[in-house]
């Protein structure tokens, strides 16, 4: 836009319309970072892959994650390239309605709400462990995990009803840090083998055909939950058939080689054969502890801090990634309106942002009455609970993706519509079979252990429900139906304001001052009935 | 006053001159507001997403003028969504301008934390108050209104600022309003649907 003031008539260039929203858009790095910021690597690196090692006692983890990302990169073309056609791109529940049927879709925003809510509370269970050798070193404190948790719950609620991302610069340079402190960790690891050799036996392919590795590849997923928001920006990137998918392969790459070598490298540092009984021991305390022996105390306590730090964000990111959900939803009224109103001041989603914070302090205060495992019971069991969840909208949504362009091809390559597509779908399939035949081993529980099948059935119940509602909104309210999927461009979209009417504005002209009797009448019609 | 300072005044915290909106919502308010007032002037009218320009003689009004000028002269047949980002990202600046012209505000800068901020506090309050309390009353009331406080009232509706303005609103003024937004003439209905679809997009990637 022209800076000169505002007089007189401002003859535009041509082009400079797109020159000034140019401006305005997101580039790779900003896509890439607001992606990680709810894969937060040292959440995931602390948190997830010693609970792995400890709880399954498998070693192929680093594979894994190296398998996991190479299919969700296949996965990625046919979910960028379908990302181009519909509304509320970043949403899975949008690619299934549009792709494979309304009903459905409801379902599946349905199960989405769940796993989204199992993975951001699942968070809570975890960050006791993280702050209190902080708080020890101090201030010589020494707390209940659930006053941590709540503390947290609170930063959260409160930033989450302002509408604060941690700001991009912010979150970049602790993304950075974090990485960067993995790196050495790990480089130390590597540089400190037990028993004086480094063991390769954690990459050995043959550890992919161990008993239970179903659970491993679910492990591998959840390392990744948050690849899939790169999407929502389609249309605010400044190349969009650029930007995304590579900012999205960018994300899965950096994710996949981090991951793997951390987890390699902790194996390497304990040994193959002890890292499943350490880890056991030592839990999230694992890396740091090895840091300290290698590096000394000051990295341990660094990496302290950014484990923490890293927690906190992907808290907000998951809060965040839940209330949009549910006001997205709002909009669409699939769930009540009140849903798809904003914080006039904040813009941020409230009704979603409070209720989110309602189960969030529902679950640290129920966990800590009943004197549950805020670590095993609550992060892990959350956060495979919801990996699961979150593998199941992505396999969904592979299948959404071959159908939308098996009925028109939208100008897509055969490789984005079909080929990809359906390389993905069974790749995921077969993660999605073994992830549930190997639900047991994931949780760590016997075989005959409620929580086994109650987690799949759970999501099976929440999903019929939401096909349930979805059909009864067909039948009862086709124009709430048409709208699902669609975000905030559903044609019941908001309060008080449907979709404009198409046909008669071109021909009627802009007359509004002759047309505002007709609504003097109404009006005076109106109060006359309400004088009635 | 024309529309969009309406909305401006509406949007504003008296007090501290700081808007009630967040910075992208208040600009995708006062962008609907400008295209509004190119509509009721019958400069051009709004069809579905695109937006067709009738009249080319500019209006009265220098800034109107200049936004019928981005419309007339780019080349590239954007849609109403593109256009209402576009005038979002200055509209703040423009529109209060336009007010501090007509002596209705005036510009100034606070220091908060660490950055300065420019605040547009109201010259009179009576005055900035007003466009607000006829908004209330009329609809508490059920008085017939016209198009161009019907429209602004939709705007109120598109941004999320309705909660704040109607809070005192009984049920009834609430229906009445549904009423009014849903009869309002197709060409501004469309663009406060899109201002609406705009800052629910806005609230979804986070981006407000």
């Known amino acids: 836009m022209s800076s000169s003031p505002a007089t007189g008539a401002a003859p535009a260039r041509p082009g400079s319309v797109s020159t000034a929203l140019a401006a305005d858009r997101l580039g790779v790095p900003a896509v890439v970072f607001f992606v990680m910021s709810a894969a937060t690597p040292l959440t995931v690196v602390a948190g997830v892959i010693t609970l792995a090692f400890a709880i399954t006692g498998l070693l192929a983890l680093p594979l894994a994650f190296l398998l996991i990302g190479a299919l969700l990169a296949l996965f990625g073309v046919g979910y960028v390239a379908m990302s181009r056609h519909i509304a509320n791109a970043g949403a899975f529940y949008a690619y299934i309605s549009q792709g494979i049927g309304r009903p459905v879709g409801v379902g599946a925003a349905w199960v989405a709400l769940l796993a989204y809510n199992l993975l951001q509370v699942g968070l809570y269970g975890v960050i006791g462990a993280a702050a209190a050798p902080l708080l020890e070193l101090w201030l010589g404190l020494s707390l209940p995990w659930w006053v941590i948790a709540l503390v947290a719950w609170l930063i959260v609620g409160i930033l989450g009803l302002q509408q604060v991302d941690i700001n991009g610069r912010v979150l970049a340079v602790l993304l950075c840090a974090e990485v960067a402190v993995i790196l050495v960790f790990s480089l130390a690891s590597l540089a400190n083998p037990a028993d004086g050799a480094v063991s390769f036996a954690t990459l050995d392919p043959s550890g992919l055909f161990a008993a239970g590795i179903g659970a491993l590849l679910a492990l591998g997923v959840l390392g990744f939950v948050g690849f899939e928001a790169a999407t929502v920006f389609s249309e605010e990137t400044k190349h969009p058939r650029r930007t995304v998918p590579i900012a999205m392969y960018t994300a899965i790459g950096i994710i996949a080689l981090v991951y793997a070598l951390a987890s390699w490298a902790m194996s390497v540092a304990v040994g193959p054969d002890e890292i499943a009984t350490v880890a056991g021991e030592e839990e999230v305390d694992l890396i740091f502890n090895l840091a300290a022996s290698h590096l000394g105390g000051v990295f341990a306590d660094i990496g302290y801090g950014l484990f923490l730090t890293s927690l906190l964000a992907a808290m907000i990111a998951f809060h965040n990634i839940t209330a949009r959900y549910a006001f997205a939803l709002g909009r669409e009224r699939v769930l009540p309106a009140v849903f798809g109103r904003t914080s006039a001041r904040s813009g941020s989603p409230k009704v979603g942002s409070l209720v989110q914070s309602a189960i969030g302090v529902a679950v640290i205060l129920g966990y800590a009455i009943a004197g549950w495992d805020p670590l095993v019971q609550l992060f892990f069991w959350g956060g495979t609970s919801g990996g699961l969840g979150v593998l199941t909208l992505i396999t969904l949504t592979a299948v959404a993706v071959l159908w939308f362009f098996f009925r028109d091809a939208r100008g897509e390559n055969l490789w984005r519509r079909a080929v990809a597509p359906v390389l993905a779908l069974l790749g995921l399939l077969v993660v999605l079979g073994l992830a549930l035949a190997h639900f047991d081993v994931l949780l760590g529980v016997p075989a005959d252990h409620p929580l086994r099948w109650g987690v799949p059935t759970g999501y099976l119940v929440v999903a019929l429900l939401g096909i349930g509602w979805g059909m009864l909104l067909r039948r009862t309210r086709p124009q709430v139906y048409a709208g699902i999927g669609l975000g905030a461009r559903a044609v019941t979209s908001g309060v008080t304001i449907s979709a404009p009417r198409t046909g008669s504005a071109a021909a009627s002209g802009a007359a509004p001052a002759g047309e505002a009797t007709g609504v003097r009448d109404e009006a005076e019609a109106e109060r006359q009935e309400v004088r009635q | ?208």
């Open chain 2, 1 to 208: 006053m024309r529309l969009a300072d309406e909305f401006f005044l509406l949007a504003l915290d008296d007090r501290s001159g700081r808007s009630m909106l967040s910075p992208r919502v208040l600009g995708l308010g006062l962008a609907g507001g400008l295209l509004a007032e190119l509509v009721l002037d019958r400069k051009i009218t709004v069809h579905e997403d695109q937006i067709i320009v009738g009249d080319r003689q500019p209006p009265a009004d220098p800034l109107s003028q200049r936004v019928l000028g981005y419309l007339v002269n780019e080349l590239t047949a954007y849609d109403v969504r593109t256009w209402l980002v576009y005038l979002a990202q200055e509209a703040r600046e423009q529109v209060a301008g336009r007010l501090r012209r007509a002596g209705r505000v005036r510009q100034e800068q606070v220091r908060r934390l660490w950055r300065t901020e420019v605040v547009y506090p109201p010259t009179d309050l009576n005055a900035a108050a007003l466009p607000r309390a006829r908004l209330v009353h009329a609809l508490n009331r059920r008085l017939p209104m016209q198009w161009p406080e019907v429209t602004l009232a939709g705007l109120t509706v598109a941004t999320g600022l309705d909660s704040h303005l109607l809070y005192t609103a009984d049920d009834a003024a609430k229906e009445y309003l549904r009423h009014l937004i849903t009869h309002l003439p197709s060409s501004v209905h469309a663009l406060v649907w899109h201002v609406h679809a705009a800052v629910g997009d806005a609230v979804i990637t986070g981006r407000t």
